[in-house]
């Protein structure tokens, strides 16, 4: 795959950019997120969390990268991403749709640091009947980008030895 243009390159916010909260975004940087993805994946484009609320139902959470936030429509990166179509993986290498900085860092849900995402939050029963839903544009802080097997560690972990583990507790 070819590099970036240079006008691609162009469109890219500073290597030093700071993710903070801006209007129009709901803050839940408080919620346990967390992300699951193979071992050594880098664009990490989707968390999960899921809380027991005060009134005994449950709130679950699905948070997407917001590469809209980056990506302008009709930029040069946007027509770039569109000509490629979609990221590509083979055995020893990457061709990726958009810059590094983007498919790896920024819009990357990494543990702990904050990320711009769009989240989706339902609230159901312990029965699983959904109660509502709400979307928004938010501002998340993942608590960890777990391994499919770190995962399931959790998962196996007995109860009894999750009480002080945020991490475990976030997975059961």
């Known amino acids: ?20 909260l801006e209007p129009g975004r709901i803050d839940l940087r408080h919620l346990p ?4 993805d193979p071992p050594g994946c880098k664009d990490i484009d989707d968390a999960l969390h899921c809380i027991e609320l005060p009134n005994g139902n449950w709130q679950v959470g699905v948070h997407i990268a917001d590469v809209t936030h980056y990506v302008e429509a009709g930029s040069a990166i946007d ?26 860092d920024l819009c990357s ?9 769009f989240s989706v939050l339902w609230e159901v029963t312990p029965e699983a009947e959904v ?17 499919y097997q770190q995962a399931q560690s959790l998962i196996d972990k007995p109860d009894k030895d999750c009480q002080d583990d945020i991490q475990a507790g976030a997975v059961k």
């Open 1 to 20: 795959c070819e590099p970036f243009p240079a006008k691609v390159l162009a469109c890219l916010p500073p290597v030093d950019y700071k993710i903070e």
């Open 33 to 36: 997120v967390l992300s699951i």
């Open 79 to 104: 027509l770039e991403a569109a000509n490629r179509s979609t990221s590509t993986y083979l055995v020893n290498k990457r061709l990726d749709m958009l810059p590094s900085l983007l498919t790896t």
């Open 109 to 117: 849900l990494k543990g702990n640091v904050d990320r711009f995402a």
């Open 131 to 147: 109660v509502d839903v709400d979307f928004h544009k938010s501002i998340i802080h993942s608590i960890a980008a777990l391994t």
